[in-house]
């Protein structure tokens, strides 16, 4: 099956610094999402961006299909910015169907 | 953006009983709606893919006689886990694609613990 990598595995930032997130995928895929899931396991929809750039607030994603990545954004964090955020790919199962596979995310930490 | 809703939140049960957790689509109709199970500090990990008037399809490794998964109404999917024990304690949470792209949302989840 599909493979998904994100990098770095782990994140400490100061308020106010900068960060990007990076996504690596294995083959084609049908659709790429960013989630934010939050300390209550809530998994937030950040972006749904199978190829190209798309920006909401701080908060920014672009995804170059023809090579396999896609690429998340933070600016100016906020403590709330804390949490993991995970990359999901939607690709052919094989099985007749397509599904999500995630990667095992990114923790963010965001310090004062 | 739709709106999933899973109940309960959290739930605490005994060894050998039996859960239910609902997955409802609040805003439009799911034909098709997932349960994913994600361990402590761990990704999340599909275990089926629920269809409305027919069997789930359930992934490799995924009991399907301990884990039920009924798909009676375009708006409902409910994962009863039977005869629980404490290995299945973990957080479960479903998700469904929007109709009008493929955009997955989530519900809450449920945290269960079995005693």
């Known amino acids: 099956g599909i493979q998904v990598e994100q990098s770095p595995p782990d994140l400490i930032l100061q308020e106010g610094a900068n960060s990007t997130l990076r996504c690596n995928f294995s083959d084609s895929v049908n659709n790429l999402q960013w989630f934010h899931q939050n300390p209550w396991g809530q998994l937030i929809n950040l972006f749904y961006?199978?190829?190209g750039t798309k920006q909401n607030g701080r908060l920014s994603a672009t995804t170059v299909a023809t090579e396999r990545y896609s690429l998340l954004y933070i600016s100016s964090s906020q403590t709330t910015d804390s949490g993991v955020y995970f990359c999901a790919v939607e690709a052919y199962s094989g099985a007749g169907s397509y599904q999500l596979t995630f990667g095992k995310g990114t923790k963010l930490s965001v310090i004062p | 953006g739709a709106v999933v809703s899973q109940h309960p939140s959290w739930v605490i049960c005994k060894s050998g009983t039996s859960v239910k957790i609902e997955c409802r689509s609040l805003d439009f109709q799911a034909t098709t709606m997932f349960w994913y199970r994600q361990f402590p500090k761990q990704s999340l990990m599909l275990m089926a893919t629920?269809?409305?008037?027919?069997?789930?399809?359930?992934e490799q490794g995924v009991e399907k006689d301990k884990f039920l998964i009924n798909h009676a109404s375009l708006t409902l999917s409910t994962l009863t886990v039977t005869s629980a024990h404490p290995e299945d304690s973990s957080f479960y949470i479903c998700?469904?694609?929007?109709?009008?792209?493929?955009?997955?949302?989530f519900g809450q989840g449920t945290r269960l613990t079995v005693v």
């Open positions: 961006i199978p190829s």
């Open positions: 998700s469904a694609p929007d109709g009008t792209e493929t955009e997955a949302f």
């Open positions: 629920s269809n409305e008037g027919s069997k789930a399809t359930y």
